[in-house]
């Protein structure tokens, strides 16, 4: 276990008492999804992208000066323990929690690949193909809106969105449930830590969400953190005009700020679309067409943009197509490739991108302009990025998985 877990784990139990076990409809009712919520009442700034409610976050806010990074906040109904991280550990590699058992959560999100995959668009469910980036879960403890269009608003409903997803888990609650309920180990682990007599999956979906919250920069290890806490040779010259940059001339810090270098705000840059709309796949365009009927885009949008309108899904606004959330900018040096669907392989061309006043969109924020920067400017500007990843990439060893078992 890493020295955050460890850290983590001491805090909730400091501060915390054992909640009582819920229900799987209370557990439900804790975490209702989008289409559940008043999109006006959930985001009611996100077409102006003013400053939004911060959630159970507690230690990222926007707005903010860069920082060091804080361990994340546990939500209340969801406590730390090294019991319930380990159970996520093993259910996250588990893929009996999906389909056809082929699809765990580490088959979009490999530890060895920055804990997402090395493609432009994500790994999709065996005869499908995905249609987004898999975005790193590393720190997605700190968000508060996560997929790239914000669709959920804590880990605990991340976890099953992505395990029913069509194209991504495709799993059904009763199936998944039932096969936990036949590996005796998880049996016994499930009673320990949530007192039912059968694993049920809601609380499957706590576990995820309690061992991805120990997935998050040490702030030991990352040479910004370290800066930061009065380390004056942690970054070189080059990084240090870099991060000049950031909060001057490249204007990054706009929307990349805070302990997470991210407000978690909307925006279209116009990142090109051709990844998605240009492909020959058949398949590719299948995923497109279905997520947008399913997703409930009008017929004439249907018809003429076959893109991925991002926010708009959540809010029905046309104001915010092709909206999608600011990732963090922590750990990129791990993470690509870059954007919603991959569309920049490296540092080098998502600087170049900016520089060059991002692209072209109907709904393109007025923040992006042309920056002017030269070629040492920029290789500065890559350096001080570079600094916000850890010395060594974030690691975990898959477990040993318990076996099924017939019942008597």
Not at 72 to 83: H, L, Q, W
Not at 120 to 130: A, D, L
Request: hydrophobic residues 35%; aromatic residues 10%; contains cysteine.
């Amino acid at each position: 276990m890493t020295r955050i877990a460890k850290l983590l784990i001491a805090a909730a139990l400091a501060s915390t008492a054992l909640s009582v076990p819920l229900s799987a409809q209370e557990a439900a009712n804790d975490n209702p999804s989008m289409d559940e919520l008043v999109p006006d009442a959930t985001y009611p700034n996100a077409a102006e992208n003013k400053d939004m409610p911060d959630g159970a976050v507690e230690n990222v806010s926007t707005g903010a000066p860069l920082a060091r990074l804080k361990p994340p906040v546990a939500p209340p109904d969801n406590p730390m323990s090294e019991a319930k991280v380990e159970l996520g550990r093993m259910l996250f590699f588990d893929p009996r929690l999906s389909g056809n058992s082929s699809m765990p959560c580490s088959a979009c999100h490999l530890p060895d690949l920055g804990w997402g995959t090395d493609t432009p668009i994500s790994f999709g469910y065996p005869g499908t193909t995905h249609w987004r980036n898999s975005q790193t879960i590393l720190n997605s403890a700190y968000y508060n809106k996560l997929f790239w269009d914000g669709s959920k608003t804590s880990l605990e409903a991340q976890a099953p969105a992505a395990a029913h997803g069509a194209v991504a888990g495709n799993g059904d609650d009763s199936i998944m449930e039932m096969r936990l309920a036949f590996i005796p180990e998880y049996v016994t682990r499930f009673k320990e830590l949530f007192g039912t007599e059968n694993p049920i999956i809601a609380d499957a979906w706590r576990a995820i969400a309690a061992y991805q919250r120990t997935i998050v920069s040490d702030p030991e290890n990352v040479p910004f953190d370290r800066f930061m806490d009065g380390d004056e040779t942690a970054l070189g010259e080059e990084a240090k005009r870099g991060m000049e940059l950031f909060e001057g001339k490249a204007n990054c810090a706009t929307c990349h700020d805070g302990a997470l270098f991210s407000n978690q705000k909307f925006y279209d840059l116009g990142v090109p679309q051709d990844v998605i709309m240009d492909s020959s796949d058949p398949l590719q365009q299948i995923t497109v067409r279905w997520e947008n009927y399913a997703k409930g885009v009008t017929e004439e949008m249907y018809y003429s943009d076959p893109g991925d309108m991002g926010l708009y899904y959540v809010t029905k606004r046309p104001s915010d197509r092709y909206k999608f959330r600011v990732p963090s900018l922590r750990e990129l040096t791990y993470t690509g490739p870059y954007m919603h669907n991959g569309t920049f392989e490296t540092l080098a061309e998502v600087v170049d991108f900016y520089n060059e006043g991002g692209g072209e969109s109907v709904n393109k924020t007025d923040l992006i302009k042309p920056l002017g920067l030269d070629d040492q400017e920029k290789a500065d500007l890559i350096a001080f990025l570079e600094s916000l990843s850890s010395d060594e990439p974030i690691l975990d060893q898959e477990p040993e998985l318990p076996e099924i078992q017939a019942r008597r």
